[in-house]
């Protein structure tokens, strides 16, 4: 039985071996957020994840959200939340709880998880070093908003986009033996802080840095076809048809445009993967099956 094991462990450890040669010195930029945040299993299971890929050369970029427990908070202080084509209006007093969550909470139980799980990380928040330079976000109405006019702008507060990302303090960073954790609050010209999705944020990063793999966890088991067959292997031309075609649509939408958005500035691949697997990016990156959809260029 012990023997058996361990051929099993030979055979996993093999088949990692050229993907391990491959992918080391390169940077995978990480979204981590929702679902695989809910248990002590997924969170542990992320956090060794990202120290395995640390451990074999790979240079990790973790880029994490915290809606849900933004909305807790609020929840607790009797504060409603609101949201508008999937953004939550945050005036002063909801960009102060965002914050203390995703700067401080958030972003220091991760840094946490990953040290118990043998690395060593570092956190971040867009404001340190100016590492995320951000303008006001501002929607105009769609189809969920009725009332509105076509020629009516949305306010959303303290919401914003990426402007530019400055490398200068990551740079130092991944070259130490650190694991960035980066919560996605930018800065404007003036000292405005936004809150920004973490998504947008992660596709940016991987951008910049020129990292070959963008991964974004989510709750499905990545991108389905009408019949309900996971898609992988994608090229742009063929999202952009599956869009056209209505395949792909609703809130799968902005993470597909985050996706293709990276792998069209320069990024090699983009990955849509299950974050209710456990170990779901090491299988990923280091088996020939994957468990998600694989989107690159051509």
């Known amino acids: 039985m012990e023997q058996t094991r361990a051929g099993d462990i030979a055979r996993v450890l093999i088949e990692a071996l050229p993907y391990i040669q491959r992918f080391s010195g390169k940077t995978v930029v990480i979204k981590y957020g929702g679902n695989a ?19 074999v050369g790979m240079r990790p970029v973790v880029v994490h959200g915290g809606g849900p427990q933004i909305g807790d908070l609020l929840a607790r202080l009797g504060k409603e939340s609101k949201f508008i084509q999937g953004m939550r209006v945050t005036d002063n007093e909801t960009m102060d709880v965002v914050q203390m969550v995703l700067g401080g909470l958030v972003n220091k139980q991760i840094v946490n998880l990953i040290h118990r799980n043998g690395g060593r990380a570092i956190g971040l928040t867009g404001k340190d070093g100016e590492l995320i330079r951000a303008r006001k976000m501002l929607l105009t109405p769609g189809a969920d908003d009725p009332a509105l006019k076509v020629s009516e702008i949305i306010d959303l507060g303290h919401v914003g986009e990426v402007q530019g990302i400055d490398t200068r303090v990551l740079d130092m960073v991944l070259n130490s033996d650190f694991i960035p954790v980066i919560a996605p609050i930018g800065v404007d010209d003036q000292g405005q802080s936004y809150n920004i999705n973490a998504d947008l944020v992660a596709g940016k990063m991987a951008e910049v840095l020129r990292a070959e793999k963008l991964i974004l ?6 991108l389905k076809d009408k019949q309900g067959k996971i898609l992988t292997g994608l090229s742009a ?40 697997v456990a170990h779901a990016v090491l299988l990923e990156i280091l088996t020939d099956r994957g468990i998600g959809t694989l989107i690159t260029r051509k």
């Not at 869009?243 to 983009?270: E, H, R, W």
């Open 217 to 222: 966890l989510t709750n499905v088991a990545g």
């Open 237 to 276: 031309e063929r999202v952009q048809e599956l869009i056209a075609d209505g395949t792909i649509f609703g809130g799968m939408l902005p993470k597909i445009d985050c996706a293709l958005s990276a792998v069209q500035n320069g990024v090699s691949s983009s990955h849509i993967i299950d974050g209710r």
């Open 37 to 55: 945040m809910d248990s002590e299993e997924l969170q542990n299971s992320f956090a060794r994840d990202i120290v395995m890929m640390k451990a």
